[in-house]
C-alpha cells in the first residue's frame, strides 16, 4: 500500500465520508436544481394570463358583464358588493367594478395599486369599455413580446442559487464538519499525531473545493437543458470567482467553528451567518428593493459581491477585470476570519 | 541513553472557580522497554497527566521530557516518535478500518502498513468495514492500531478496556503483551487493579492529584506486609460479637469490618484458617461464608487511603 502524503489523505478522507452519505449529497447536488425548477415553473414568463374581476350586483350588472365577456384577459364575476370586497382582500379577485348610481356610464374601480395584477386589470377593463363606448385610440401601436434568454427571472436567480450553494457547502463542509470531529475528539486525537494544523486545514478546504465542482456543473447544465440558461461571460473567469467564493465560505465556516463545542453552537453560528445574507444580498431578488441608505452595508457582506460578480460574468458577460471592488470584498473575507479564526481555535479540547 | 519519560514536579490547575487542581506536583521516570501503568480512581489525574505527557495539555508548571526532548520545543520529533490511544475517541464511522489507518499513517515519515497494523490487532478480516459497524472492542482496538502506525517507540494507552467485556479485554491485554515483547515502552492508564498486575513492571498509584505509590505490582502487594485476604461472614449479629478472637490471629496484618462480615489481612492462611474455624466453634458460631485470595493492587490502594477504588467512581469527575 503506498503513504499518502497528509493532505491528500486528509481530502481523500473526507471526499469518502462525503459520498458516503446520501442525504449530503442530495443537499448539494440536488436541492439546489430542485430549487432552480421549483422557482423557474413558479415564476415562469406567463404569456395570455387571465385576470379575475368582480362585477358588483346592481340593475346594470348584467350588461356590464356582457361588455366584458369579449374584453381579452379578463375573467368576470358576477357578485354582491360585500362578498368581492372579501374576495378582494383575501386576493381571489383582483378589482371591484361598481356603477356609482345605476348607470354603467358612471362607475367605481376599488382596489390595491401596489398590486400588480389589480392595476393591469383595472387598466384593461376601462379601455375595453372605453373602446366599446367608441373611444379611439390615436395613436397605432403593436406589441413585441421580450422573452431572450439572459433577461428572465430564471436567470437572474441561477447565480444567486450558485453563490447560495457555495455559501452553505462553505459553512456546513467546514463549519459543521469541524465541530463534529471536535466532539468526537477526533481533532484531539488527530493532533496527537505529527499532523500539522496546515496540513489539516489544507486538506479540509481541498475536499470542499472538489466537492465544489460537480456542484457548479450539476446547477449549471440543469438550468441549461430546462431553462435553457446560458453563460454570456469567460468560463475561467467564473471558475476564478467560483473558487474565490468557495474559499471565501471555507474559512467564514472555519471562523464559526473555531471555538463551538456543541452542534447546537455551530448551527446557532451558521444561522445567524447565513439567514440574513439569505434576503439582504440579492439571491431571490435585488438588493435595489432595500433602501438606498443600506446598500453600502449590503454590498460589504461576504455573499453580496459573489453574487454580482457571478451575475455580471453569466448574465452580462463582463469582463473579471471590471469586478475590483467585488474581488477585493471577497479576498478580504477571504483573509481576516482566517487569521482571526486561527488565533482563537481550539484544537484540543 | 535517556529514559522515555521523565517528569519532575508536574502541575496542572485548572482555571475555574474555585480553581480544580487535577495534578499537584508528581514525578517519575519511565525507562525504555518498560510498561509503566498510571492507576488511581477517576479524578485522580490520570488523563491529564497522560495528556501533558501526549503535548495536548500545557502544564501549569514541573517539566515532563520525552526521550530527553522538552514539549513546546521539540514537539514534532516528540509527535513521530509516540503514538497516542485517548479515551472515547470516535474515529470516523463512515471510513473503513483500512482506510483509517492509512490516513494516520500518511502523517508519520516511517511507519507500518495498514495492513501490518490490522494484522497487530487481529482487524485483518474487518479491514473493508466501516468503522460504525464494528463492536465496542473492535474500535478500541482500531483506536489501538492507530498508535502503532507509526511505529512508534512509546505508546500511550489511556484506558484502554474501560466499558469493555471480559473477551474484549483480554485481547487488548494480550496486544499490550505482544507490544511489550517488542521492546516498546508503554505507559497505560486504568482503574481496574488486575488489568495493572497482569501487564505493568511498574505502577504508580495516583490519588488526588499526586503519587501515593509507586513500584512493581507484587512489591506493592509485598509492602501490606501480607499477601492473603480471607474475607467470611457469620451468623450473628456483628455489634454483639467480640471480636477479640479475631485479633489475636498470627499473622495479622489488617482487620476491617466490612457491612456484611470481615475481612483480615494475613501472612499465613494455612495457620490462621483452622484457627479461625476452631475458635468460632468454641464460641457456637458458625461461618456463613468463607472466602480466601491473594492480596492485590485493590487492596494496597484501601491500605493506602482507606477508601475503595469503585467508591469513588460516582461521586468524583472524570479530568
Redesign the interface.
Known amino acids: 500500500m503506498k503513504t499518502l502524503s497528509p493532505i491528500s489523505a486528509i481530502t481523500l478522507a473526507r471526499l469518502r465520508e462525503f459520498i458516503r452519505r446520501p442525504e449530503t449529497l442530495f443537499w448539494v447536488y440536488f436541492f439546489p436544481v430542485l430549487m432552480i425548477v421549483v422557482l423557474g415553473i413558479a415564476f415562469r414568463n406567463q404569456t395570455a394570463e387571465k385576470f379575475d374581476v368582480d362585477v358588483a350586483k346592481s340593475p346594470v350588472s348584467e350588461s356590464l358583464l356582457e361588455k366584458l365577456s369579449t374584453a381579452p384577459q379578463i375573467r368576470p364575476h358576477l357578485f354582491e358588493a360585500a362578498e368581492s370586497r372579501a374576495r378582494l382582500r383575501t386576493g381571489k379577485t383582483n378589482l371591484i367594478i361598481a356603477p356609482k348610481s345605476g348607470s354603467a356610464n358612471d362607475l367605481d374601480y376599488t382596489f390595491d395599486p401596489t398590486r400588480p395584477g389589480s392595476l393591469t386589470a383595472r387598466n384593461l377593463v376601462d379601455d375595453h369599455l372605453q373602446r366599446l363606448l367608441g373611444r379611439v385610440d390615436v395613436i397605432q401601436s403593436e406589441n413585441i413580446r421580450f422573452a431572450e434568454p439572459g433577461g428572465r427571472y430564471v436567470d437572474f436567480l441561477v447565480p444567486g442559487l450558485l453563490a447560495m450553494g457555495l455559501m452553505g457547502g462553505g459553512l456546513w463542509g467546514i463549519g459543521f464538519a469541524i465541530v463534529d470531529m471536535r466532539i468526537r475528539k477526533l481533532l484531539k486525537r488527530l493532533m496527537a499525531t505529527p499532523m500539522t494544523r496546515s496540513h489539516f486545514l489544507l486538506g479540509m478546504m481541498a475536499s470542499r473545493l472538489i466537492f465544489m465542482v460537480p456542484q457548479i456543473v450539476i446547477l449549471l447544465l440543469f438550468s441549461y437543458w430546462i431553462f435553457d440558461v446560458r453563460i454570456y461571460g469567460n468560463w475561467l473567469s467564473i471558475l476564478i470567482v467560483v473558487l474565490i467564493g468557495a474559499v471565501e465560505f471555507s474559512v467564514i465556516g472555519l471562523l464559526v467553528a473555531a471555538r463551538a463545542q456543541t452542534l447546537e453552537t455551530v448551527s446557532g453560528l451558521m444561522n445567524v451567518v447565513m439567514l440574513p445574507m439569505y434576503t439582504l444580498c440579492g439571491i431571490f431578488f435585488s438588493y435595489e428593493r432595500f433602501p438606498a441608505i443600506s446598500h453600502p452595508f449590503i454590498k460589504l457582506l461576504p455573499l453580496t459581491p459573489l453574487i454580482d460578480s457571478l451575475r455580471a460574468l453569466i448574465l452580462d458577460g463582463k469582463s473579471i477585470f471590471s469586478l475590483g471592488p467585488e474581488l477585493l470584498i471577497m479576498s478580504g473575507w477571504c483573509v481576516v476570519p482566517f487569521v482571526v479564526a486561527l488565533w482563537i481555535f481550539r484544537w484540543n479540547d | 541513553m535517556q529514559p522515555a519519560i521523565r517528569v519532575s514536579n508536574l502541575v496542572k490547575t485548572y482555571r475555574g472557580k474555585p480553581p480544580v487542581e487535577a495534578v499537584r506536583g508528581i514525578d517519575f521516570e519511565i525507562q525504555n522497554g518498560e510498561c509503566y501503568g498510571v492507576l488511581g480512581p477517576n479524578g485522580a489525574g490520570k488523563t491529564t497527566t497522560i495528556e501533558i505527557l501526549?503535548?495536548?495539555?500545557t502544564a501549569s508548571s514541573g517539566t515532563a521530557e520525552i526521550f530527553g526532548l522538552k514539549w513546546g520545543v521539540h514537539g514534532?520529533a516528540i509527535?513521530?516518535r509516540?503514538g497516542?490511544s485517548?479515551q472515547?475517541?470516535?474515529?470516523?464511522e463512515?471510513?473503513t478500518v483500512g482506510?483509517t489507518l492509512?490516513?494516520?499513517?500518511?502523517?508519520?515519515?516511517t511507519g507500518i502498513?495498514?495492513?501490518e497494523a490490522m494484522r497487530r490487532v487481529s482487524l485483518e478480516e474487518k479491514a473493508n468495514a466501516?468503522v460504525k459497524t464494528l463492536s465496542g472492542g473492535q474500535k478500541q482496538r482500531l483506536a489501538v492500531a492507530?498508535a502503532l502506525v507509526?511505529e512508534p517507540d512509546l505508546i500511550f494507552l489511556d484506558e484502554p478496556t474501560t466499558g469493555l467485556d471480559p473477551t474484549s479485554r483480554r485481547q487488548i491485554w494480550e496486544i499490550v503483551e505482544s507490544l511489550g515483547r517488542e521492546g516498546k515502552t508503554i505507559l497505560l492508564t486504568t482503574h481496574y487493579m488486575e488489568e495493572a498486575e497482569r501487564l505493568c513492571d511498574r505502577v504508580a498509584i495516583f490519588d488526588q492529584g499526586r503519587i501515593i505509590a509507586e513500584g512493581a505490582p507484587a512489591d506493592l502487594i509485598h509492602s501490606l506486609g501480607a499477601e492473603h485476604i480471607i474475607e467470611f461472614s457469620i451468623d450473628r449479629d456483628l455489634n454483639q460479637f467480640d471480636d477479640s478472637l479475631i485479633r489475636r490471629l498470627p499473622t495479622l496484618e489488617r482487620f476491617e469490618q466490612l457491612a456484611g462480615g470481615f475481612r483480615i489481612t494475613v501472612g499465613q492462611p494455612h495457620i490462621v484458617l483452622p484457627e479461625l474455624i476452631n475458635n468460632l466453634a468454641q464460641q457456637q458460631i458458625a461461618l456463613a461464608s468463607l472466602t480466601t485470595r491473594h492480596a492485590s493492587l485493590e487492596d494496597v490502594f484501601v491500605g493506602l487511603t482507606g477508601r475503595h477504588l469503585t467508591d469513588q467512581n460516582q461521586s468524583r469527575n472524570s479530568s
Open positions: 501526549e503535548g495536548l495539555l514534532a509527535r513521530q509516540i497516542v485517548l472515547e475517541t470516535q474515529l470516523s463512515r471510513l482506510e492509512q490516513l494516520f499513517r500518511s502523517f508519520y515519515k502498513d495498514a495492513q466501516w492507530t507509526g
